[in-house]
């Protein structure tokens, strides 16, 4: 079956913009987690959907960054009036559910955000 | 709060030779997961091998293996019969059993290049 995509994969933005990262997650999956990976680190966390709810927004950086997920499925990360540290790739990570022990997380590619 | 560190950038290794990453991590809590992340250079994270902390044999998965000391918070990856295919940047991961969320707490990463 399909895995979990990411599009846009590559967006350039000016500084000041809005952008919107789509995430399509693996079909069924309940648990949805959005990560940000900067050059040369590792993934950190920045939000965590179980179906349409959004039960931890810890991880988000400023209230510039928003996340939703409104039927349980497609889920978006929308950064407004961009700046040049949120210059990334986000990851976006699907899996079957949270509770009754760990369910493997399946990554999609990323979107490599640059802001200019 | 949960920390994880891989304190090598970059290894390299001679195809068909044997390669140990090194991982180590910070918690209180004692019942938790340690994950090893392959991202080849297309950027899809995949999961390489997965271990229990209650669990005190180590885990296997053909040419990977860890060495899981618990006490000493160590947690190393072994790659034998390196191949050329194995080049990719390694994250040590971290999560909570039974946590809210199961989010990852990923190491900053080391660089494998498998030399021909």
């Known amino acids: 079956g399909a895995g979990v995509s990411q599009s846009p994969r590559y967006k350039v933005a000016k500084r000041g913009q809005d952008v919107a990262l789509r995430c399509d997650p693996i079909s069924g999956h309940v648990s949805l987690f959005w990560y940000q990976q900067a050059l040369g680190q590792g993934p950190e966390f920045l939000t965590y959907f179980q179906n349409e709810a959004q039960l931890d927004k810890s991880g988000l950086p400023s209230d510039r960054f928003f996340a939703e997920r409104p039927e349980g499925s497609v889920s978006t990360l929308k950064i407004q009036r961009t700046q040049q540290e949120d210059s990334a790739v986000y990851l976006c990570a699907s899996s079957r559910q949270t509770s009754g022990g760990y369910h493997e997380q399946f990554f999609g590619p990323g979107t490599r955000l640059t802001v200019l | 709060a949960q920390t994880v560190t891989q304190s090598q950038p970059e290894m390299s290794v001679q195809e068909a030779e044997t390669v140990t990453l090194s991982c180590t991590y910070d918690?209180?809590?004692?019942?938790?997961?340690l994950f090893w992340y392959k991202q080849p250079p297309s950027r899809q994270m995949i999961l390489v091998i997965r271990q229990e902390a209650y669990k005190q044999q180590n885990a296997t998965e053909n040419r990977f293996s860890v060495n899981f000391q618990k006490a000493a918070k160590s947690f190393s990856l072994k790659i034998s019969d390196s191949q050329l295919g194995d080049t990719a940047m390694y994250f040590c991961a971290f999560t909570l059993y039974g946590g809210a969320t199961n989010k990852l707490i990923f190491g900053t990463g080391t660089l494998l290049a498998v030399q021909p």
């Open positions: 918690t209180s809590e004692n019942n938790y997961y």
